[in-house]
């Protein structure tokens, strides 16, 4: 069975500061990671995944996460925190023979000025 | 816009009845998944249906059942419905049915039982 860990229900940053979202994970086999976004009444967008290969994963609107099996991690980070980037995040996990997505309790960003 | 579409996007019925959510994959995906979203229990796999197919079941009550249809499109009917059944269900799909594949989320039904 698989299970996800995220640290920080909440999270608050200032515009422009760095972004980092918490997650580790629990899989007795290669597990696949992904993070979603839910913006306000709406559904979840992926944001990005790691399969096999690079562990350094670039998804959209510049936010990156990095697989560290030894630590079993994939924390999420941006550079620099925008006003759009307010909402909650959620990690997630699936494995090779079961496909169905194990989520995280999420984690809401909020974005000061 | 994810091409997953989901009717009604928002339900108000009372307990003891039934009601039925209705998705449509993205044209060319056969995995469609269900999964419940409330504040007490976070988000939840349902179930999972691969080309008509019952593929994986999760949490999901027996008041609970779905199906998918030969046009590849699920319906999942709720019925004997309790306040605590409250909650935003979502469907996804995917092209395959193993794991790591990208799954896609409709914008969810939210179903408020009174």
Request: one cysteine or more; hydrophobic letters at 35%; glycine letters at 8%.
């Amino acid at each position: 069975a698989q299970s996800v860990t995220q640290l920080g229900s909440h999270v608050s940053v200032s515009e422009g500061a760095l972004v980092l979202l918490r997650c580790n994970y629990s899989s007795s086999v290669p597990p696949y990671l992904f993070w979603y976004v839910q913006y306000p009444n709406q559904g979840l967008q992926l944001l990005l995944k790691y399969t096999t290969g690079a562990t350094l994963v670039k998804g959209i609107n510049g936010f990156e996460a990095e697989f560290k099996k030894s630590e079993t991690s994939f924390h999420l980070t941006k550079p620099s925190a925008h006003m759009s980037d307010a909402a909650e995040y959620f990690c997630a996990v699936s494995t090779g023979t079961a496909s169905k997505l194990t989520f995280g309790t999420g984690t809401r960003l909020q974005v000061t000025l | 816009d994810s091409g997953v579409t989901q009717t009604p996007k928002h339900l108000i019925t009372a307990t003891g009845q039934r009601v039925t959510l209705r998705c449509s994959p993205r044209s060319g995906d056969l995995s469609v998944y269900w999964y419940q979203q409330s504040l007490d229990q976070g988000l939840q796999f349902l179930i999972q249906y691969y080309n008509g197919e019952e593929r994986a079941k999760g949490n999901i009550l027996e008041r609970f059942s779905a199906q998918q249809f030969p046009d590849l499109h699920s319906e999942l009917n709720l019925s004997s419905l309790e306040l605590g059944d409250s909650a935003l269900y979502f469907c996804a799909s995917s092209v395959e049915r193993e794991g790591g594949e990208t799954q896609y989320f409709g914008p969810g039904t939210r179903l408020l039982v009174l």
